[in-house]
C-alpha cells in the first residue's frame, strides 16, 4: 500500500470522506440523544470538530485529484461541473425544505434526529459543492499565473488553513474575532478576484454561456447560504456545524470570485469580437509563416491568404488573379462575386493595377487602397503579390462603403500578403534545391559513365611506352583519347577535343568515340579516316559545335608514323638525335566545320621517319591555353621546354611533371577553366 | 569578360570585340551576330584589335554562321586579330573559311567572294 497510483487517490479520499462524515453523523446523533436526554455522552464538541476537519481534509483531496485528472478541460466544460454540483447541492436542499414543508407539524416533522441526518447530509453537498467551486476558481485564477499570482493564491490557501483551526478557539461563537478573520479572507478573496486572464480567450457564445454557468453558481451559492443562515436560527439543531469561519471563507470567496468573473464576462461581451478578430489573424498569420512542404501545392497558401484577407478586412467580395507567366489557378478566384461583375469591375481598376510588368524596385509594392465608380461596390483595395522580384498575382478587395479599408487592416493583410510571399518563395527555393541535387547526382551518373568511355588500358608493344591523362573543367567533358592495335606492328592513337566544355561537349565526346572506334576497323589512312570522320561527325554536330582530332598511325616495323590533324592542337615531337623538339606542322581543318565535300580538299596527312629515344606528345587545347592570375597563357614554348629537359624520364614522369607545371604555372587555388588531355608516347 | 560595340556603318557593321570570348559568354556574341544579321547586314566585320583569347565555344559561333553568310551573300571578315588569337583561328583551319586580315582598310578593301 506505500505505492499508490494516481488512481486510487482519488478512491480513497472519496471512500474517507464518505466514511468520516457516517462517523460525523453517528457521533452527532450520539452527543443530540445525551443533549436530549440531559445525559453525559462522553464525546466533546472538539470531536464533532475535528471529524469536520477530516471531513473538509477529505473532500480537498478528492476535488484536487478530480482536477488534476481533467488538466485538459476547457473552461465551459469546468464552469458546467462547477454549476451541476451547485444546483445539485441547492437542489437537495430545497426537496429536504420541501418534505419538511408537506410533513408540516406532524411528529415526525419534528423529529429531531432525522432532521439532524437532513441537515448532515444538506451540509455534505454544500461542502462538496464550495470545493468543487473554490478549486475551479483556483484553477481559473492560475491561468496564465504569474510568480505574484502563485504567491497571492499561497496566502489565501495558508489563511484557509489557519481559518480550518479558528473553530478550536473560537467556539463557534460569532464573536469580532470571528467577523476580523472573515474580514481578511474576503479581503484576500476580493485581492485574487481580479485574476481573470481566461475571460478574453473565450469566444462571443462561449461568453453566454459561461455567463449562464456563473450565474447559475452564484444562485445555487446564494440558495446554500440563505439555508446555512436559516438553520443557524433553527432552534431544533442542537449541533451547528455551519457557523464555521472556515466554510463561511469559502462562501465568500466562492461569491465573490463569481461575481467578478459574471461581471466581467458581461461587460466584455461588446468586444469580444473584436479579440476574436484579432485572434483569428494570428491564428491566419501562423498558418501563413508555415512553410509549405515540397509535395504540397502553392494554391493552398493562396487559399489561406485569400481567406485571411477577406475576414480581416470585412470585405463583401474579393478575387485572386495571376500572372499570366505562373500558369496558377485557384479553383475560388472570384469570392463573393460573379464573373460579370469581376469582368467590370476590373475595367473599372486603374491601368497600373491591371498591367503585368515587373514592379518598380522604388514601389514599395503595399495594398493599394482605390474607389471605384461601381453601382454595388464603391471601395476596393489591390495587394499586390511578389515573389522573387516578379509580381507573381494580385488579390483584389472589394467593399460596398466609400473608403472602407482603414489604416489597420491594410497594415495587416500587407503582413499577411508578405508572410504568404515568403512562404511561397521559400517553397520554390526548396524545390529548386532539390532538383539541383537531383541534377548532382545525374551529374555524377554521367561522370561515371563518361569516364568508363576513355580506355583503362591503352594497347601499345614492346617497342614503345605509352600513358595518358584527361581531367575535365565541370564533371564531364569533351575530351577523348584511344588506341587501337591493328597487327602486331601497327597501333594507331587518335586523341580528340569537342568544343566547348559541359554536357554537351560530353554527349558529343560519346558521337565522337562511336564514330572513331567505327571508322578505325576500316584500317583507313590518316586522312582517309578524317574525311569519313568529318561526314558522320557533321550529320550529328549541333551548328555550332565542332571537334578537333590527331590521328597517328605507327608501323614500329618501318619505324614510322603517318599522321593527319583536323584543327587539333599540334603534336610535339621530340627527335633524339638531334635533342631537339617541335610541334609537327600539317594544315587541317577541324571536323564539323565544312559539312559538305568540299571538306576533303582541307585535311592532309605525311609519314615521317622516327628513331628510338623519339617523344610523342599529344595535347589538348586546355594545356596550351591554361591561364595564369596575369592572364598569360601556358603556351607551346613552356611544353617544348620542358620535355628537351627531361627527355630521359619515362612516358609518366613526364606527364606528371607537365601536369604538374601546368598547375604551378596556373596557380594554387586557379582551376583550369577547360578540358585538359594529353597522351605522351615514348619509342624504344 | 566580353564587351560588345555594335558600329553601324554606310556600307558595313562592324562588330567591336573587348575581351574575352569563352564558353560562358559566347551566347553574347550569338545574340550580337543575330541581332546585325536581323538588320539586313550585307558586310559584317569584326574588330578583334581588343579580343584577347577565344575558346573553341567563340569559334564555333562564327563557324555557325558561315553557311548563312555563303547562301545570302553576305560579306565576312575578322581583322587586327593578335598573334596569339590569330594562331587558334589558323590551328582551327577556320581561317581558310573567314577572310582574316590585318586592319580595317584591308577588310573593306577585299572584293566581294560568292
Known sequence: ?684 | MLQIEKIKEETYDTLRLLGEVDASNSVLLDQAMQEVLQQGTRFLLIDGHELSYISSAGLGVFMSYLDDFSEQGIRFAIFGLNEQVAEVFHILGLDQLIQIVPDKSTAIALPHVS
Open chain 1, 1 to 684: 500500500m506505500i505505492k499508490k497510483s494516481p488512481l486510487s487517490i482519488g478512491k480513497i479520499s472519496l471512500l474517507l470522506a464518505l466514511l468520516v462524515w457516517v462517523v460525523l453523523v453517528i457521533v452527532d446523533l450520539v452527543r443530540i440523544f445525551a443533549l436530549i436526554n440531559n445525559l453525559d455522552s462522553g464525546i466533546a464538541e472538539e470531536v464533532t470538530w475535528t471529524l469536520e476537519l477530516l471531513f473538509f481534509l477529505c473532500l480537498f483531496l478528492l476535488y484536487r485529484y478530480i482536477f488534476k485528472k481533467n488538466r485538459q478541460a476547457d473552461f465551459l466544460t469546468l464552469l458546467w461541473s462547477g454549476a451541476s454540483s451547485g444546483l445539485f447541492a441547492a437542489g437537495a436542499g430545497l426537496l429536504t425544505e420541501l418534505i419538511y414543508f408537506n410533513l408540516g407539524d406532524s411528529k415526525l416533522g419534528s423529529e429531531p434526529f432525522l432532521q439532524n441526518i437532513f441537515y448532515h447530509i444538506n451540509f455534505a453537498w454544500t461542502a462538496a459543492f464550495l470545493f468543487a467551486t473554490a478549486l475551479l476558481w483556483r484553477r481559473l485564477i492560475l491561468y496564465q499565473k504569474s510568480k505574484q499570482v502563485v504567491k497571492q493564491w499561497q496566502v489565501f490557501e495558508l489563511a484557509m488553513g489557519v481559518a480550518l483551526f479558528f473553530v478550536f478557539f473560537n467556539h463557534n461563537n460569532l464573536d469580532y474575532s470571528f467577523l476580523f478573520g472573515l474580514v481578511i479572507l474576503l479581503f484576500l478573496s476580493i485581492l485574487l478576484s481580479v485574476n481573470l486572464k481566461w475571460i478574453p480567450y473565450l469566444t462571443y457564445k462561449e461568453k453566454w454561456k459561461s455567463l449562464l454557468f456563473l450565474f447559475l453558481i452564484l444562485f445555487s451559492a446564494s440558495i446554500l447560504f440563505y439555508r446555512i443562515l436559516s438553520y443557524g436560527n433553527e432552534a431544533r439543531l442542537l449541533i451547528n456545524l455551519t457557523d464555521n469561519l472556515f466554510l463561511m471563507a469559502l462562501f465568500g470567496f466562492v461569491f465573490v470570485y463569481g461575481l467578478f468573473s459574471f461581471l466581467v464576462t458581461l461587460f466584455n461581451l461588446p468586444t469580444s469580437s473584436v479579440f476574436e478578430q484579432k485572434l483569428t489573424e494570428a491564428i491566419n498569420f501562423q498558418k501563413l509563416s508555415q512553410s509549405i512542404q515540397p509535395e504540397e501545392n502553392e494554391e493552398q497558401v493562396l487559399d489561406i491568404l485569400l481567406d485571411s484577407c477577406i475576414s480581416a478586412s470585412f470585405s463583401d467580395g474579393a478575387w485572386i488573379e495571376f500572372n499570366p507567366s505562373e500558369q496558377l489557378q485557384l479553383p475560388e478566384a472570384l469570392r463573393f462575386i460573379d464573373s460579370d461583375t469581376h469582368a467590370a469591375l476590373t475595367s473599372l481598376l486603374p491601368a497600373k493595377n491591371r498591367s503585368w510588368t515587373a514592379p518598380d524596385r522604388s514601389d514599395p509594392l503595399l495594398p493599394q487602397a482605390i474607389r471605384l465608380a461601381h453601382s454595388t461596390y464603391k471601395s476596393a483595395l489591390v495587394i499586390p503579390l511578389v515573389v522573387n522580384r516578379n509580381l507573381m498575382g494580385r488579390i483584389v478587395l472589394l467593399k460596398e462603403v466609400k473608403e472602407g479599408f482603414n489604416k489597420e487592416m491594410m497594415s495587416i493583410i500587407s503582413t499577411f500578403s508578405r508572410q504568404a510571399c515568403i512562404a511561397l518563395e521559400n517553397h520554390r527555393l526548396l524545390n529548386q534545391a532539390i532538383q539541383n541535387e537531383r541534377y548532382q547526382e545525374e551529374l555524377k551518373i554521367a561522370q561515371r559513365v563518361q569516364k568508363a568511355l576513355l580506355p583503362l588500358h591503352l594497347d601499345h608493344p614492346a617497342s614503345f611506352d605509352i600513358c595518358a591523362y584527361s581531367n575535365t573543367a565541370d564533371e564531364v567533358g569533351g575530351d577523348y583519347y584511344d588506341t587501337y592495335k591493328v597487327d602486331e606492328q601497327r597501333f594507331v592513337l587518335i586523341i580528340g577535343d569537342v568544343s566547348g566544355k559541359g554536357t554537351s561537349a560530353a554527349f558529343h565526346m560519346a558521337q565522337m568515340k562511336g564514330v572513331f572506334q567505327s571508322l578505325i576497323q576500316l584500317g583507313l589512312s590518316p586522312a582517309a579516316f578524317m574525311k569519313k570522320a568529318n561526314a558522320a561527325l557533321s550529320k550529328c554536330l549541333e551548328r555550332n559545335h565542332f571537334i578537333t582530332a590527331s590521328i597517328f598511325s605507327i608501323d614500329t616495323e618501318k619505324q614510322a608514323f603517318c599522321h593527319s590533324r583536323a584543327g587539333h592542337v599540334p603534336t610535339l615531337w621530340y627527335r633524339a638525335q638531334e635533342n631537339k623538339s617541335d610541334f609537327i606542322s600539317i594544315e587541317g581543318m577541324g571536323l564539323g566545320i565544312l559539312r559538305n565535300q568540299r571538306y576533303e580538299n582541307h585535311v592532309h596527312e605525311k609519314t615521317y621517319g622516327y628513331n628510338p629515344g623519339d617523344i610523342l606528345m599529344l595535347l589538348t587545347d586546355g594545356i596550351v591555353e591554361g591561364k595564369n592570375e596575369k592572364g598569360e597563357q601556358f603556351g607551346y614554348d613552356r611544353i617544348k621546354t620542358l620535355v628537351e629537359q627531361q627527355h630521359t624520364q619515362s612516358p609518366q614522369e613526364i606527364q606528371t611533371l607537365l601536369v604538374e607545371s601546368l598547375h604551378h604555372f596556373v596557380g594554387g587555388d586557379g582551376m583550369i577553366d577547360d578540358d585538359y588531355s594529353l597522351m605522351v608516347v615514348k619509342f624504344n
